[in-house]
């Protein structure tokens, strides 16, 4: 069964500032999909991006993108000029690329702080 | 935009009440799912439903059962609840086809069994 892990429980950084959230995962496949969510504290979970693991190139969404090292299997999200609502709980998810697959696998959250 | 409703934010039981958890979605999504999100676990599976009266079990299923009679609402219900069934409750729903199949989540809702 695929697992998925994020070392770090609580992270902060100050405002404007780089932070990186790691997140290592275990599967035998070779074809799957990677997500990072964000739950703010106002609890409504949300995508903020995904990556296809047979997509060498790193995916990026305006300030945020990924380190996706599939020899390694890590998926750490990079956070650039972090802004205060960047405060949330983030979960990494992987989803198998199997045909009827449709199951999340996420790992135990990191709780990021920004500091003002 | 996709909207996931759940039927309450906060929710108090006491133990042995059964107890209904409503999830409704506005998208036609045929994949339903219920979570519970627990401190340093993160989210886990409790079931999903992939179509009208069809359901799957997840990874803890054990003292919870669903229902699925409409397409836009997901029940989950705790037949005889317990002090271990406090959690939070997330709903989600997705596209059965497609690559991504991004699934989208209520609010949650806060269950604490006294």
């Known amino acids: 069964a695929q697992t998925v892990t994020q070392s770090q429980p609580e992270m902060s950084v100050q405002e404007a500032e780089t932070v990186t959230l790691s997140c290592t995962y275990d599967?035998?496949?070779?074809?799957?999909?990677l997500f990072w969510y964000k739950q703010p504290p106002s609890r409504q979970m949300i995508l903020v991006i995904r990556?296809?693991?047979?997509?060498?190139q790193n995916a990026t969404e305006n300030r945020f993108s990924v380190n996706f090292q599939k020899a390694a299997k890590s998926f750490s999200l990079k956070i650039s000029d972090s802004q205060l609502g960047d405060a949330a709980m983030y979960f990494c998810?992987?989803?198998?690329?199997?045909?009827?697959?449709?199951?999340?696998?996420f790992g135990q959250g990191t709780r990021l702080t920004i500091n003002p | 935009d996709v909207k996931v409703t759940q039927s309450s934010r906060y929710l108090v039981k006491r133990t042995g009440e059964k107890v209904f958890l409503e999830c409704v979605q506005d998208?036609?999504?045929?994949?339903m799912f219920w979570y519970r999100q627990d401190p340093g676990l993160g989210l886990r599976l409790i079931y999903f439903?992939?179509?009208?009266?069809?359901?799957e079990k997840g990874d803890i299923p054990e003292g919870y059962s669903v229902s699925r009679e409409k397409k836009e609402r997901f029940s989950l219900i705790l037949e005889s609840a317990s002090t271990n069934q406090t959690s939070m409750y997330l709903c989600?729903?997705?596209?059965?086809?497609?690559?991504?199949?991004?699934?989208?989540f209520g609010p949650g809702t806060r269950l604490t069994v006294l």
């Open positions: 989600a729903s997705s596209f059965r086809g497609g690559p991504y199949n991004e699934q989208f």
């Open positions: 599967t035998s496949e070779s074809d799957y999909y």
């Open positions: 990556q296809e693991a047979y997509k060498q």
């Open positions: 998810a992987y989803r198998s690329a199997a045909p009827g697959a449709q199951k999340l696998v």
């Open positions: 998208m036609d999504h045929e994949n």
């Open positions: 439903s992939y179509d009208v009266k069809m359901k």
